[in-house]
């Protein structure tokens, strides 16, 4: 499960987009809007390469109890590309934070799967005062140590700076090629697959390598000190796993840690994307997380 990770990445199409609304921030993420404006203000943040639609039935379940904001981020799943300077998560962090500030919400919950979870988490450390809770989905802040707990953040920069050059260099029918193989451990629906190939030749191959480098190469350990709002953490079991469902828990909880605020919950019988191999398990889940915050 874990090693296949390393060759793949996660991704997404938004089906109806409508441009943020700041200068600042429009060149980052495109963002739909829909449900009651009034209601509990939810924001949705997909991951590497991936799609608003990746929360189609969460908001298709939500439908008009809250105010939703799904949002996808620059370079993935046909939006366009800004460029390949700088971090990308915290680019896109200070650019959603700079959209809350922008819309005076407050009491957000943010939901984040993978990538889109430490956008998430970046968030809330920006934005304290405006952010209630935090969801994050199969995401860890230190990404090198699923796969050896030894990890320094030295050697986890030097892989994710070598995965990024190798991602960024292969011709384009490889790069994508390459995203095949990762397939099966992103979903067990197989129909769904055909769906995320769509995704990947749809994103920006620069944009991938350089997000992808980021995430494997970074640890985000620190920003979780900065952290105020409660954070839940879901991650995924299913059968062919490398560690039992007890152990996998383990190594999620070990991760956050250094938050007081913070819960762990496996969800079995599902791949990373959680939401589309267990949408009803999900969906109840995200039902109770969003009942604690009213």
Same mark, same amino acid.
């Given at each position: 499960?874990?090693?296949?990770?390393?060759?793949?990445?996660?991704?997404? &199409?938004?089906?109806?987009?409508?441009?943020?609304?700041?200068?600042?921030?429009?060149?980052?993420?495109? &963002?739909?809007?829909?449900?009651?404006?009034?209601?509990?203000?939810?924001?949705? &943040?997909?991951?590497?390469?991936?799609?608003?639609?990746?929360?189609?039935?969460?908001?298709?379940?939500?439908?008009?109890?809250?105010?939703?904001?799904?949002?996808?981020? *620059?370079?993935?799943?046909?939006?366009?590309?800004?460029?390949?300077?700088?971090?990308?998560?915290?680019?896109?962090?200070?650019?959603?934070?700079?959209?809350?500030?922008?819309?005076?919400?407050?009491?957000?919950?943010?939901?984040?799967?993978?990538?889109?979870?430490?956008?998430?988490?970046?968030?809330?450390?920006?934005?304290?005062?405006?952010?209630?809770?935090?969801?994050?989905?199969?995401?860890?802040?230190?990404?090198?140590?699923?796969?050896?707990?030894?990890?320094?953040?030295?050697?986890?920069?030097?892989?994710?700076?070598?995965?990024?050059?190798?991602?960024?260099?292969?011709?384009?029918?490889?790069?994508?090629?390459?995203?095949?193989?990762?397939?099966?451990?992103?979903?067990?629906?197989?129909?769904?697959?055909?769906?995320?190939?769509?995704?990947?030749?749809?994103?920006?191959?620069?944009?991938?390598?350089?997000?992808?480098?980021?995430?494997?190469?970074?640890?985000?350990?620190?920003?979780?000190?900065?952290?105020?709002?409660?954070?839940?953490?879901?991650?995924?079991?299913?059968?062919?796993?490398?560690?039992?469902?007890?152990?996998?828990?383990?190594?999620? *909880?070990?991760?956050?840690?250094?938050?007081?605020?913070?819960?762990?919950?496996?969800?079995?019988?599902?791949?990373?994307?959680?939401?589309?191999?267990?949408?009803?398990?999900?969906?109840?889940?995200?039902?109770?997380?969003?009942?604690?915050?009213?």
């Amino acid at each position: 499960m874990w090693a296949s990770l390393k060759s793949s990445v996660m991704a997404g &199409v938004a089906s109806a987009l409508v441009l943020a609304g700041t200068a600042h921030a429009e060149d980052r993420f495109v &963002v739909e809007r829909s449900g009651d404006s009034s209601g509990q203000t939810v924001f949705f &943040v997909p991951g590497l390469a991936s799609s608003g639609a990746t929360w189609d039935g969460a908001v298709a379940a939500l439908g008009d109890s809250a105010d939703i904001h799904v949002f996808t981020l *620059a370079g993935f799943a046909g939006v366009p590309a800004t460029g390949h300077e700088g971090s990308f998560i915290e680019g896109a962090a200070e650019a959603l934070a700079g959209y809350i500030a922008e819309g005076g919400y407050t009491h957000v919950s943010l939901i984040g799967h993978s990538l889109g979870g430490q956008v998430a988490l970046q968030v809330a450390a920006r934005a304290p005062e405006a952010v209630s809770a935090v969801m994050a989905v199969d995401s860890v802040p230190f990404y090198a140590r699923l796969f050896n707990p030894a990890a320094t953040p030295e050697q986890a920069a030097a892989s994710g700076e070598m995965f990024a050059a190798q991602m960024s260099a292969v011709p384009h029918a490889q790069f994508l090629a390459m995203m095949e193989q990762g397939l099966p451990v992103q979903s067990l629906d197989t129909g769904f697959h055909d769906t995320m190939r769509e995704w990947f030749a749809a994103s920006d191959q620069q944009t991938i390598a350089r997000a992808f480098g980021e995430v494997s190469g970074s640890d985000f350990t620190p920003v979780l000190d900065e952290v105020r709002a409660p954070v839940l953490v879901l991650t995924a079991w299913a059968d062919g796993s490398p560690v039992d469902a007890a152990t996998l828990e383990a190594m999620y *909880a070990a991760q956050y840690a250094p938050l007081a605020n913070s819960r762990v919950e496996v969800i079995e019988g599902a791949r990373h994307f959680i939401m589309i191999d267990q949408p009803d398990a999900f969906n109840a889940r995200l039902a109770r997380f969003l009942s604690e915050r009213r």
